[in-house]
């Protein structure tokens, strides 16, 4: 039986799960290592949290992706499997960058995977993907499809906004970055200025783009930002940011620092926000970013009357 708002799959930070069109339930996410690429397979959304983990890719020993492997998402698009993920050079370890793996059949559980390098950019595109750049995703909208992701700008201590971008193919972008959204509110910037890990679901003619913010403190939350599906997607205009977060820590559940979340649906067809938090604000190192207990967790997404949803601990 699934168990809400609480540990569900233990020490994997940013999760994301995939309810496939085979009826297979795939789980990936961050381990505390951040040296490899993992993969589950299971037949119910409840059956990931036993599933055998299989690890389909290592980092590199050297050079570009050998460290700080971080993020990965599975999706089939284009018509393959592909995982997109960060990472950065042991020697330079917040070069973070996108990258793309490539499955060369199509069981991405027994069939080999392959490198695709990073992210290509649009031929006329002279800014993504040339700093820190991380947490991916990738989205459908009336048969585009288009891929959103982190990236810091500016200089001393930068912020890390969200663009936007359509796509030509799995691995390379058609137009140039868009930014969606940069941290307005307070909210956004306890500790470091941060827009991350946005995650989309589509419901009732709307899609709903949900990130996370701040640093990897407590105060880590998930804010929104809402377009009508109609809309030009590469439009900032197109889209509206919530004033709050709308989901956060909360100490009487033992949750803190809700964060980087995907979406996906059970099999009686339920929305479903994965999610990642701890349960309890005592580190066991003093970066919170390495600290391994940030645990996978799951919450019903309740849908109010406007449309819009609802992340209730």
């Known amino acids: 039986m699934l168990n809400y708002a609480e540990e569900w799959i233990p020490?994997?930070?940013?999760?994301?799960?995939l309810h496939a069109e085979n009826g297979k339930y795939y789980f990936t996410a961050s381990v505390p290592e951040y040296d490899r690429v993992m993969l589950r397979c299971a037949d119910s959304l409840e059956g990931l949290e036993s599933a055998e983990e299989k690890v389909i890719?290592?980092?590199?020993e050297s050079g570009i992706m050998s460290c700080n492997v971080w993020a990965p998402e599975l999706h089939y698009l284009f018509g393959g499997w592909y995982m997109y993920f960060a990472a950065s050079d042991k020697d330079d370890i917040w070069a973070l960058r996108p990258y793309v793996l490539k499955c060369t059949g199509d069981d991405p559980m027994k069939d080999e995977w392959v490198e695709l390098g990073k992210m290509k950019a649009a031929p006329d595109d002279e800014f993504s993907f040339r700093a820190f750049s991380l947490d991916a995703t990738v989205f459908e909208n009336k048969g585009d499809w288009y891929y959103v992701w982190a990236e810091k700008v500016s200089v001393g201590r930068q912020i890390s906004?969200?663009?936007?971008?359509?796509?030509?193919s799995a691995n390379e972008l058609e137009t140039c970055q868009v930014l969606l959204t940069t941290p307005d509110y307070s909210w956004e910037r306890h500790g470091f200025w941060v827009n991350e890990g946005p995650s989309v679901i589509h419901h009732d003619g709307k899609i709903f783009l949900t990130f996370s913010a701040s640093?990897?403190?407590?105060?880590?939350?998930?804010?929104m930002l809402t377009a009508d599906e109609d809309a030009d997607m590469l439009d900032p205009q197109s889209w509206s940011k919530l004033h709050d977060p709308v989901l956060k820590s909360d100490i009487t559940k033992k949750i803190y620092g809700p964060g980087h979340n995907c979406f996906t649906t059970d099999e009686q067809g339920n929305d479903i926000m994965v999610f990642h938090a701890r349960t309890t604000d005592k580190l066991i190192c003093e970066?919170?970013?390495?600290?391994?207990n940030r645990h996978a967790m799951l919450l019903k997404v309740v849908w109010d009357d406007k449309g819009y949803p609802v992340f209730n601990l």
């Open 11 to 17: 020490q994997r930070a940013d999760p994301y799960v």
């Open 57 to 60: 890719w290592n980092k590199h």
């Open 161 to 168: 906004n969200l663009y936007i971008a359509k796509m030509k």
């Open 215 to 223: 640093d990897t403190s407590p105060a880590y939350c998930v804010g």
């Open 287 to 292: 970066d919170p970013l390495y600290d391994p």
